[in-house]
Protein backbone atom coordinates (compact mmCIF):
# COMPACT_ATOMS: atom_id res chain seq x y z
CA UNK A 1 0.00 0.00 0.00
CA UNK A 2 1.42 3.83 -1.35
CA UNK A 3 1.67 6.52 0.76
CA UNK A 4 -0.72 8.40 -1.25
CA UNK A 5 -3.64 6.41 -0.15
CA UNK A 6 -3.52 7.93 3.47
CA UNK A 7 -2.94 11.43 2.01
CA UNK A 8 -6.27 13.65 2.34
CA UNK A 9 -8.26 14.24 -1.07
CA UNK A 10 -7.02 17.64 -2.43
CA UNK A 11 -9.30 20.86 -2.22
CA UNK A 12 -10.92 21.80 -5.14
CA UNK A 13 -9.71 25.10 -6.08
CA UNK A 14 -11.49 28.10 -6.84
CA UNK A 15 -11.86 29.83 -10.03
CA UNK A 16 -12.65 33.42 -10.82
CA UNK A 17 -15.92 33.02 -12.23
CA UNK A 18 -16.96 31.27 -9.14
CA UNK A 19 -17.14 34.82 -7.47
CA UNK A 20 -19.67 36.20 -9.72
CA UNK A 21 -22.09 32.99 -9.52
CA UNK A 22 -24.86 33.77 -6.98
CA UNK A 23 -25.24 31.90 -3.87
CA UNK A 24 -28.52 29.86 -3.42
CA UNK A 25 -30.48 32.29 -1.04
CA UNK A 26 -29.40 35.41 -2.09
CA UNK A 27 -32.29 37.23 -3.23
CA UNK A 28 -30.63 40.19 -4.27
CA UNK A 29 -29.09 38.81 -7.41
CA UNK A 30 -32.14 38.81 -8.68
CA UNK A 31 -31.54 41.62 -9.95
CA UNK A 32 -28.00 41.02 -11.15
CA UNK A 33 -27.45 40.77 -14.87
CA UNK A 34 -26.78 37.03 -15.49
CA UNK A 35 -23.01 36.13 -15.81
CA UNK A 36 -23.52 32.54 -17.78
CA UNK A 37 -21.71 34.22 -20.72
CA UNK A 38 -19.86 36.57 -19.81
CA UNK A 39 -16.61 35.74 -20.41
CA UNK A 40 -13.58 36.88 -17.99
CA UNK A 41 -9.89 37.15 -18.72
CA UNK A 42 -8.20 33.92 -18.51
CA UNK A 43 -4.31 33.44 -16.66
CA UNK A 44 -3.20 32.68 -20.06
CA UNK A 45 -4.06 36.79 -20.71
CA UNK A 46 -1.88 38.12 -17.91
CA UNK A 47 1.11 35.74 -19.18
CA UNK A 48 1.41 37.39 -22.09
CA UNK A 49 3.36 40.70 -20.43
CA UNK A 50 2.40 44.01 -20.41
CA UNK A 51 1.74 44.30 -24.25
CA UNK A 52 -1.62 42.47 -23.91
CA UNK A 53 -2.47 44.67 -20.91
CA UNK A 54 -3.44 47.37 -23.16
CA UNK A 55 -6.27 45.75 -25.13
CA UNK A 56 -9.62 45.24 -23.46
CA UNK A 57 -11.31 41.81 -23.07
CA UNK A 58 -13.93 41.18 -25.28
CA UNK A 59 -17.01 40.70 -22.63
CA UNK A 60 -20.47 38.95 -24.13
CA UNK A 61 -23.26 41.47 -23.78
CA UNK A 62 -25.23 40.63 -20.23
CA UNK A 63 -28.53 39.58 -20.06
CA UNK A 64 -31.00 41.08 -17.64
CA UNK A 65 -33.61 39.23 -15.64
CA UNK A 66 -37.29 39.76 -16.23
CA UNK A 67 -37.71 41.50 -12.98
CA UNK A 68 -34.92 43.83 -13.54
CA UNK A 69 -37.14 44.43 -16.57
CA UNK A 70 -40.05 45.32 -14.63
CA UNK A 71 -38.62 47.42 -12.77
CA UNK A 72 -36.82 49.62 -15.28
CA UNK A 73 -40.12 50.01 -17.23
CA UNK A 74 -42.38 50.77 -14.40
CA UNK A 75 -44.11 54.09 -13.89
CA UNK A 76 -46.90 55.52 -14.07
CA UNK A 77 -48.73 52.17 -15.35
CA UNK A 78 -45.92 51.79 -17.65
CA UNK A 79 -46.72 55.19 -19.64
CA UNK A 80 -42.81 56.42 -19.32
CA UNK A 81 -39.22 54.56 -19.04
CA UNK A 82 -37.62 53.90 -15.86
CA UNK A 83 -34.42 53.58 -17.20
CA UNK A 84 -32.32 56.68 -17.88
CA UNK A 85 -30.47 54.72 -20.93
CA UNK A 86 -33.49 53.70 -22.84
CA UNK A 87 -36.02 56.43 -22.15
CA UNK A 88 -37.08 59.23 -24.57
CA UNK A 89 -36.02 62.42 -23.60
CA UNK A 90 -38.61 65.02 -22.44
CA UNK A 91 -38.12 67.63 -25.21
CA UNK A 92 -38.89 64.63 -27.48
CA UNK A 93 -42.66 64.60 -26.23
CA UNK A 94 -45.53 67.19 -27.23
CA UNK A 95 -45.33 70.61 -25.77
CA UNK A 96 -48.49 70.61 -24.33
CA UNK A 97 -47.74 67.33 -22.25
CA UNK A 98 -43.96 67.98 -20.82
CA UNK A 99 -45.03 69.26 -17.92
CA UNK A 100 -46.90 66.55 -17.32
CA UNK A 101 -44.50 63.99 -17.85
CA UNK A 102 -41.67 65.98 -15.84
CA UNK A 103 -44.00 65.49 -13.14
CA UNK A 104 -44.51 61.84 -13.79
CA UNK A 105 -40.77 61.21 -13.02
CA UNK A 106 -40.63 63.79 -9.85
CA UNK A 107 -42.86 61.84 -8.37
CA UNK A 108 -41.21 58.58 -8.94
CA UNK A 109 -37.57 59.96 -8.10
CA UNK A 110 -34.05 59.19 -9.61
CA UNK A 111 -33.65 55.43 -10.51
CA UNK A 112 -31.46 53.78 -8.08
CA UNK A 113 -31.39 49.86 -8.19
CA UNK A 114 -29.43 48.35 -6.39
CA UNK A 115 -27.23 45.17 -7.62
CA UNK A 116 -25.15 42.44 -5.79
CA UNK A 117 -22.76 42.92 -9.02
CA UNK A 118 -22.88 45.69 -11.10
CA UNK A 119 -20.72 44.84 -14.87
CA UNK A 120 -17.39 46.32 -15.21
CA UNK A 121 -15.93 48.83 -17.21
CA UNK A 122 -12.88 48.05 -18.86
CA UNK A 123 -10.87 51.84 -18.90
CA UNK A 124 -7.73 50.35 -20.88
CA UNK A 125 -5.55 49.11 -17.99
CA UNK A 126 -8.17 47.30 -15.38
CA UNK A 127 -11.86 46.74 -15.04
CA UNK A 128 -13.82 49.62 -13.50
CA UNK A 129 -17.29 48.73 -11.04
CA UNK A 130 -19.76 51.41 -9.99
CA UNK A 131 -20.42 51.71 -6.51
CA UNK A 132 -23.75 52.05 -4.79
CA UNK A 133 -22.54 53.90 -2.22
CA UNK A 134 -22.17 56.69 -4.89
CA UNK A 135 -26.13 56.52 -5.36
CA UNK A 136 -26.59 57.06 -1.76
CA UNK A 137 -24.37 60.04 -1.61
CA UNK A 138 -24.85 61.83 -4.99
CA UNK A 139 -29.55 62.31 -4.90
CA UNK A 140 -29.36 63.60 -8.14
CA UNK A 141 -27.99 60.82 -9.09
CA UNK A 142 -29.24 57.52 -11.21
CA UNK A 143 -28.00 54.25 -12.58
CA UNK A 144 -29.11 52.91 -16.32
CA UNK A 145 -29.05 48.72 -15.79
CA UNK A 146 -29.05 48.61 -19.35
CA UNK A 147 -26.23 50.67 -20.60
CA UNK A 148 -23.96 50.95 -17.06
CA UNK A 149 -23.75 53.99 -17.03
CA UNK A 150 -24.88 57.18 -14.74
CA UNK A 151 -27.41 59.90 -15.31
CA UNK A 152 -28.15 63.30 -13.82
CA UNK A 153 -32.12 62.92 -13.47
CA UNK A 154 -32.69 66.81 -12.54
CA UNK A 155 -30.51 67.58 -15.69
CA UNK A 156 -32.82 64.94 -17.58
CA UNK A 157 -36.29 66.54 -16.54
CA UNK A 158 -35.17 70.13 -17.46
CA UNK A 159 -32.72 69.35 -20.89
CA UNK A 160 -33.51 71.08 -23.94
CA UNK A 161 -32.88 70.57 -27.50
CA UNK A 162 -29.99 71.06 -28.40
CA UNK A 163 -28.51 69.31 -25.32
CA UNK A 164 -26.43 71.17 -22.74
CA UNK A 165 -25.40 68.43 -20.56
CA UNK A 166 -25.28 65.48 -23.19
CA UNK A 167 -22.98 63.74 -20.76
CA UNK A 168 -24.93 63.28 -18.14
CA UNK A 169 -28.65 62.84 -20.09
CA UNK A 170 -28.30 61.76 -23.83
CA UNK A 171 -24.85 59.76 -23.73
CA UNK A 172 -24.40 58.55 -20.13
CA UNK A 173 -21.40 58.51 -18.43
CA UNK A 174 -18.88 55.65 -17.66
CA UNK A 175 -15.35 57.38 -16.98
CA UNK A 176 -15.61 55.64 -13.06
CA UNK A 177 -12.05 56.18 -12.82
CA UNK A 178 -12.23 59.93 -11.82
CA UNK A 179 -15.18 59.37 -9.50
CA UNK A 180 -14.50 58.84 -5.69
CA UNK A 181 -13.70 60.04 -2.59
CA UNK A 182 -10.34 59.67 -2.80
CA UNK A 183 -10.29 62.54 -5.52
CA UNK A 184 -10.12 66.21 -5.18
CA UNK A 185 -12.29 68.65 -6.50
CA UNK A 186 -10.95 69.48 -9.23
CA UNK A 187 -10.77 65.64 -10.53
CA UNK A 188 -14.16 64.05 -9.35
CA UNK A 189 -16.29 63.86 -12.34
CA UNK A 190 -19.67 64.77 -10.18
CA UNK A 191 -18.29 67.38 -7.99
CA UNK A 192 -17.19 69.22 -11.36
CA UNK A 193 -20.86 68.15 -12.89
CA UNK A 194 -22.52 69.96 -9.69
CA UNK A 195 -20.59 73.11 -9.72
CA UNK A 196 -19.26 73.78 -13.57
CA UNK A 197 -19.12 76.83 -15.29
CA UNK A 198 -22.94 78.66 -14.95
CA UNK A 199 -24.18 76.02 -12.33
CA UNK A 200 -26.73 75.40 -14.82
CA UNK A 201 -26.93 72.03 -12.75
CA UNK A 202 -27.95 73.90 -10.02
CA UNK A 203 -30.24 75.86 -11.68
CA UNK A 204 -32.21 73.01 -12.40
CA UNK A 205 -31.89 71.33 -9.17
CA UNK A 206 -33.89 74.84 -8.03
CA UNK A 207 -36.36 74.08 -11.08
CA UNK A 208 -37.32 70.71 -10.28
CA UNK A 209 -37.91 71.82 -6.34
CA UNK A 210 -40.25 74.30 -7.80
CA UNK A 211 -41.92 71.72 -9.67
CA UNK A 212 -42.90 69.35 -7.29
CA UNK A 213 -44.50 72.00 -4.86
CA UNK A 214 -47.61 73.16 -6.78
CA UNK A 215 -47.70 76.33 -4.81
CA UNK A 216 -45.15 77.97 -6.38
CA UNK A 217 -46.31 76.79 -10.04
CA UNK A 218 -46.75 80.66 -12.11
CA UNK A 219 -49.77 79.27 -12.91
CA UNK A 220 -50.84 79.52 -9.33
CA UNK A 221 -48.80 82.20 -8.17
CA UNK A 222 -50.62 84.18 -11.18
CA UNK A 223 -54.23 83.29 -10.52
CA UNK A 224 -53.85 84.02 -6.73
CA UNK A 225 -52.66 87.61 -7.48
CA UNK A 226 -55.53 88.00 -10.11
CA UNK A 227 -57.99 87.39 -7.36
CA UNK A 228 -56.46 89.76 -5.22
CA UNK A 229 -56.19 92.22 -8.04
CA UNK A 230 -59.36 91.03 -8.73
CA UNK A 231 -61.07 91.84 -5.28
CA UNK A 232 -59.11 95.16 -4.88
CA UNK A 233 -60.69 96.61 -8.53
CA UNK A 234 -64.52 95.49 -7.33
CA UNK A 235 -64.01 97.61 -4.33
CA UNK A 236 -62.44 100.46 -5.93
CA UNK A 237 -65.07 100.53 -8.48
CA UNK A 238 -67.47 99.73 -6.01
CA UNK A 239 -67.23 102.88 -3.78
CA UNK A 240 -66.84 104.98 -7.35
CA UNK A 241 -70.34 103.56 -8.60
CA UNK A 242 -71.73 104.58 -4.73
CA UNK A 243 -70.51 107.69 -4.71
CA UNK A 244 -72.07 108.38 -7.98
CA UNK A 245 -75.22 107.20 -7.21
CA UNK A 246 -75.47 109.32 -3.91
CA UNK A 247 -74.74 112.14 -6.33
CA UNK A 248 -76.80 112.09 -8.92
CA UNK A 249 -79.68 110.61 -6.96
CA UNK A 250 -79.44 114.20 -4.63
CA UNK A 251 -78.42 116.24 -8.12
CA UNK A 252 -75.41 117.42 -6.50
CA UNK A 253 -71.85 118.74 -8.76
CA UNK A 254 -69.73 115.98 -9.15
CA UNK A 255 -66.30 118.04 -9.74
CA UNK A 256 -64.35 120.96 -8.41
CA UNK A 257 -62.82 123.90 -9.86
CA UNK A 258 -59.39 122.57 -8.13
CA UNK A 259 -59.09 119.01 -7.91
CA UNK A 260 -55.28 118.56 -6.70
CA UNK A 261 -53.93 117.60 -4.01
CA UNK A 262 -52.87 121.07 -2.42
CA UNK A 263 -56.26 122.17 -2.87
CA UNK A 264 -58.52 122.05 0.15
CA UNK A 265 -62.04 121.64 -1.83
CA UNK A 266 -61.30 119.20 -4.49
CA UNK A 267 -65.45 118.62 -5.24
CA UNK A 268 -68.49 116.29 -3.81
CA UNK A 269 -67.24 113.15 -5.41
CA UNK A 270 -63.45 112.78 -4.49
CA UNK A 271 -64.44 114.19 -0.67
CA UNK A 272 -67.06 111.54 -0.64
CA UNK A 273 -64.57 108.95 -1.64
CA UNK A 274 -62.31 110.38 1.22
CA UNK A 275 -64.80 110.08 3.78
CA UNK A 276 -65.17 106.35 2.94
CA UNK A 277 -61.98 106.00 3.71
CA UNK A 278 -61.85 107.24 6.71
CA UNK A 279 -64.66 105.01 7.91
CA UNK A 280 -63.66 101.89 6.69
CA UNK A 281 -59.58 100.80 6.34
CA UNK A 282 -60.51 98.14 3.59
CA UNK A 283 -61.58 100.74 1.43
CA UNK A 284 -58.30 102.94 2.35
CA UNK A 285 -56.43 100.62 1.23
CA UNK A 286 -57.50 100.68 -2.57
CA UNK A 287 -59.02 104.17 -3.29
CA UNK A 288 -57.33 107.23 -4.32
CA UNK A 289 -53.32 107.74 -3.33
CA UNK A 290 -53.40 103.69 -2.73
CA UNK A 291 -54.84 103.33 -6.14
CA UNK A 292 -52.84 102.33 -9.03
CA UNK A 293 -52.09 105.45 -11.18
CA UNK A 294 -54.43 104.31 -14.14
CA UNK A 295 -57.05 102.75 -11.89
CA UNK A 296 -57.84 105.17 -10.09
CA UNK A 297 -61.77 105.46 -11.19
CA UNK A 298 -61.91 109.30 -10.23
CA UNK A 299 -61.98 110.73 -13.92
CA UNK A 300 -64.58 112.72 -15.63
CA UNK A 301 -65.00 109.71 -18.22
CA UNK A 302 -65.35 106.81 -15.51
CA UNK A 303 -67.70 109.25 -13.54
CA UNK A 304 -69.66 109.80 -17.15
CA UNK A 305 -69.21 105.87 -17.73
CA UNK A 306 -71.11 105.43 -14.25
CA UNK A 307 -73.67 107.85 -15.18
CA UNK A 308 -74.53 106.46 -18.25
CA UNK A 309 -75.04 102.75 -16.92
CA UNK A 310 -77.32 104.11 -14.11
CA UNK A 311 -79.13 105.72 -16.50
CA UNK A 312 -79.90 103.03 -18.43
CA UNK A 313 -80.83 101.15 -15.45
CA UNK A 314 -83.60 103.65 -14.44
CA UNK A 315 -84.90 103.09 -18.39
CA UNK A 316 -84.97 99.56 -18.09
CA UNK A 317 -87.31 99.90 -14.27
CA UNK A 318 -89.53 102.48 -16.32
CA UNK A 319 -89.82 100.35 -19.60
CA UNK A 320 -91.21 97.11 -16.89
CA UNK A 321 -93.60 99.80 -15.20
CA UNK A 322 -94.93 100.60 -18.66
CA UNK A 323 -94.96 96.98 -20.17
CA UNK A 324 -97.00 97.16 -23.15
CA UNK A 325 -99.28 99.56 -22.14
CA UNK A 326 -100.13 102.55 -23.59
CA UNK A 327 -98.33 106.16 -23.03
CA UNK A 328 -97.80 109.85 -23.83
CA UNK A 329 -95.01 111.85 -24.34
CA UNK A 330 -93.92 115.74 -22.92
CA UNK A 331 -91.25 117.40 -24.89
CA UNK A 332 -89.35 120.25 -24.96
CA UNK A 333 -85.97 121.38 -25.77
CA UNK A 334 -83.79 124.40 -24.50
CA UNK A 335 -80.17 126.06 -24.56
CA UNK A 336 -77.73 125.07 -22.51
CA UNK A 337 -74.82 127.21 -21.18
CA UNK A 338 -72.92 126.11 -24.31
CA UNK A 339 -75.36 127.18 -26.72
CA UNK A 340 -76.51 123.24 -27.57
CA UNK A 341 -80.09 121.87 -28.08
CA UNK A 342 -81.26 119.40 -25.37
CA UNK A 343 -84.09 117.98 -25.87
CA UNK A 344 -86.05 116.71 -22.32
CA UNK A 345 -88.59 113.64 -22.61
CA UNK A 346 -90.88 112.72 -20.10
CA UNK A 347 -93.34 109.60 -20.26
CA UNK A 348 -96.52 109.79 -18.66
CA UNK A 349 -98.73 106.48 -18.36
CA UNK A 350 -100.57 104.35 -15.66
CA UNK A 351 -99.44 101.97 -13.83
CA UNK A 352 -100.86 98.70 -12.91
CA UNK A 353 -102.62 99.96 -10.09
CA UNK A 354 -104.08 102.83 -11.68
CA UNK A 355 -102.31 105.84 -10.99
CA UNK A 356 -100.66 108.15 -12.88
CA UNK A 357 -97.08 108.46 -13.13
CA UNK A 358 -94.97 110.58 -15.22
CA UNK A 359 -91.35 109.90 -15.30
CA UNK A 360 -88.39 111.90 -16.63
CA UNK A 361 -86.95 109.64 -19.36
CA UNK A 362 -83.91 111.17 -21.17
CA UNK A 363 -82.55 113.95 -22.51
CA UNK A 364 -81.25 114.05 -25.71
CA UNK A 365 -78.51 116.63 -27.55
CA UNK A 366 -80.15 117.52 -30.91
CA UNK A 367 -78.40 119.19 -34.08
CA UNK A 368 -81.16 121.81 -34.56
CA UNK A 369 -85.28 121.77 -33.29
CA UNK A 370 -86.52 121.39 -36.46
CA UNK A 371 -89.28 118.76 -36.82
CA UNK A 372 -87.65 115.74 -38.80
CA UNK A 373 -84.41 116.02 -36.14
CA UNK A 374 -86.96 116.02 -33.20
CA UNK A 375 -89.39 113.28 -34.35
CA UNK A 376 -86.22 111.07 -35.06
CA UNK A 377 -84.34 111.55 -31.65
CA UNK A 378 -87.46 110.95 -29.79
CA UNK A 379 -88.25 107.52 -31.64
CA UNK A 380 -84.73 106.23 -31.60
CA UNK A 381 -84.83 107.21 -27.50
CA UNK A 382 -87.64 104.98 -27.37
CA UNK A 383 -86.57 102.53 -29.68
CA UNK A 384 -83.21 101.75 -27.82
CA UNK A 385 -85.32 100.63 -24.85
CA UNK A 386 -88.40 98.36 -26.25
CA UNK A 387 -91.05 100.88 -26.17
CA UNK A 388 -93.05 101.38 -29.02
CA UNK A 389 -93.79 104.42 -31.55
CA UNK A 390 -97.25 103.04 -32.27
CA UNK A 391 -98.49 102.84 -28.31
CA UNK A 392 -97.99 106.75 -27.73
CA UNK A 393 -101.89 107.76 -27.00
CA UNK A 394 -100.74 111.77 -26.39
CA UNK A 395 -98.57 114.15 -27.23
CA UNK A 396 -97.71 117.31 -25.19
CA UNK A 397 -95.64 120.04 -26.50
CA UNK A 398 -95.39 123.85 -26.04
CA UNK A 399 -97.06 126.42 -29.19
CA UNK A 400 -93.88 126.59 -31.58
CA UNK A 401 -95.17 125.89 -35.37
CA UNK A 402 -92.66 123.21 -35.45
CA UNK A 403 -93.74 121.23 -32.44
CA UNK A 404 -97.84 121.77 -33.27
CA UNK A 405 -97.48 122.55 -36.95
CA UNK A 406 -101.07 121.03 -38.64
CA UNK A 407 -99.00 119.89 -41.78
CA UNK A 408 -95.22 119.29 -41.12
CA UNK A 409 -94.48 119.97 -37.23
CA UNK A 410 -93.83 117.40 -34.73
CA UNK A 411 -97.35 116.45 -33.73
CA UNK A 412 -98.26 116.50 -37.35
CA UNK A 413 -95.26 113.57 -37.97
CA UNK A 414 -96.59 111.28 -35.00
CA UNK A 415 -100.16 111.31 -36.35
CA UNK A 416 -99.30 110.12 -39.71
CA UNK A 417 -97.43 106.76 -37.70
CA UNK A 418 -99.98 106.55 -35.53
CA UNK A 419 -103.45 107.81 -35.54
CA UNK A 420 -104.72 107.70 -32.32
CA UNK A 421 -101.45 110.35 -30.69
CA UNK A 422 -103.73 113.33 -30.48
CA UNK A 423 -101.87 116.49 -29.59
CA UNK A 424 -102.75 118.58 -26.39
CA UNK A 425 -100.99 122.11 -26.20
CA UNK A 426 -99.25 121.52 -22.59
CA UNK A 427 -100.81 122.82 -19.90
CA UNK A 428 -97.51 123.76 -17.83
CA UNK A 429 -96.40 125.80 -20.63
CA UNK A 430 -99.28 128.01 -20.74
CA UNK A 431 -99.01 128.17 -17.30
CA UNK A 432 -95.25 129.90 -17.90
CA UNK A 433 -96.69 131.73 -20.46
CA UNK A 434 -99.51 133.36 -18.32
CA UNK A 435 -96.73 134.19 -15.65
CA UNK A 436 -94.27 135.40 -17.94
CA UNK A 437 -97.16 138.16 -19.45
CA UNK A 438 -98.65 138.60 -15.64
CA UNK A 439 -94.79 139.72 -14.72
CA UNK A 440 -94.15 141.84 -17.49
Given at each position: MSLDHFRPPAKKLKTIES???????????????????????????????????QKKPSYAQPTISSKAKEVAVQINGGTYERDPGLRRQIY?????????????????????PRLSKYPPTWDGRQDRYFQYSWLRHHS????SIEKNKVYCFPCFIFETDPPKRPAFTIEGFSDFKHIGSNKTVFTCSFVQHVGHIKYSHMVVVEACENLRRPSLHIDRVFRKQSKELIAKNRLRLKVAIETVRVLGLHACPFRGNDESLESKNRGKFIGLMKYAAISNDKIAEVVLGNAPGKAMYTSPKIQKEILYILANKVKDTIHAEIGDAKFCILV??????????QMAIVLRFVDTNGCIRERFFAV?????TTSLTLKREISEALASHGLLVENIRGQGYDGASNMRGAWNGLQALFLRDCPYAYYVHC??????????EAAI
Open positions: FFKPKRGDKSSELLPSTDNVGMPTSSHHEHGTSQQEYPVNQCDEVRRAYLKQGPFKWLEYDEAQDSSVQERSVEDFAHRLQLALV
